[in-house]
Each structure stands twice: as C-alpha cells, then as structure tokens.
C-alpha cells in the first residue's frame, strides 16, 4: 500500500470549504513563468478551474519562478488534489500549446489554512506586494500577471476607479 506524499490525520475530513493561501515553484527555480505565453496560460488554466466550478481562486501573482495562489476548495477536494489539478494542466498544456519539454515544477507545495479574517487580508497584501517587492513594478495593479491588474481593469471598464 502506497503511503501519502503529506502528513495527514486519518479521519480529518473537511466538512466544509476551507480557503488556502498556496505558493509553489518551478524546477530548479528556473524562471520559466517570465513569458507571456507561460505566465498567461497559467492564469488560463486558473479560471479555467474557477469556471468548472473545482474550486474558487481569490487571488494570485504568477511570479517568473513561483506563483502564489489564495483559494477555497470545496469539501469535496483536498488541497492536494487542487494544486495536483493546476500542476498537472498546466504541465499538460505549455507542452501540448506552447512545446514545452521540460520539467516545470518542483515537486510539493506549500499552504496556509486561512482561518480568519485578518489572515485572509495578510496573504491578499503579501500576493500583491510580491511583484512590487521584486522590483517589477511600483504598485500591483501594474502587474499584469496579478489578481489586482485585473481588477484594476474590471473596475476601470465599469468606471470605478
């Protein structure tokens, strides 16, 4: 019998949704998401997730050798199925549209369970501030490969700046 890849207590099934602050890295932290094309398809296959209803992204920053997600899992799904989902489609993809052959991930990942309010709003300022602490740009809005770009853009179609 194969044992499980994290610690896990035998039993502790959620009974509800349960939000995660998750960040993972490319191989060897090789900048791999620098493109538009990777980092574009990674957010691609992020609302692709969100729009089959397999789980809520919040927020995220895709970063050139990491990315940092904020979502909810239904209690359906374990936190490692959610990051095995994006991993794994991603994967697929930059090889299958954009001709990638080698490896893109590091394996594992790690996660926060956001259990309050508070938290919730310090990883929300943490995912937008990477960019900005990186040096890419002054403010996360900027960033076009960041949740807050696009709501910067949805706020200013709608004009509400």
């Not at 997730?49 to 990491?66: L, S, W």
């Not at 900005?132 to 740009?137: E, F, L, S």
Request: hydrophobic residues 40%.
């Amino acid at each position: 019998m194969a044992r499980p890849s994290r610690k896990s207590i035998s039993g502790a099934v959620p009974s509800g949704p349960i939000t995660y602050f998750v960040s993972t890295a490319t191989a060897g932290r090789r900048a791999l998401l620098q493109s538009e094309a990777m980092a574009s398809l990674f957010i691609d296959v992020l609302r692709s997730y969100t729009a089959q209803g397999e789980f809520k992204v919040h927020e995220f920053v895709v970063m050139r050798n990491h990315v940092h997600v904020l979502l909810t899992v239904p209690a359906r799904m374990t936190i490692e199925k959610a990051i095995q989902l994006i991993k794994g489609k991603f994967s697929f993809r930059a090889k299958k549209d954009l001709g990638f052959e080698w490896e893109i991930w590091q394996k594992g990942f790690s996660d926060v369970r956001i259990t309050s309010r508070e938290s919730y709003v310090r990883h929300v300022e943490y995912i937008y501030e990477n960019p900005v602490k990186a040096g890419y740009v002054r403010s996360a809005g900027e960033y076009p490969y960041c949740s807050a770009y696009f709501r910067r853009l949805k706020q200013t179609k709608t004009g509400n700046s």
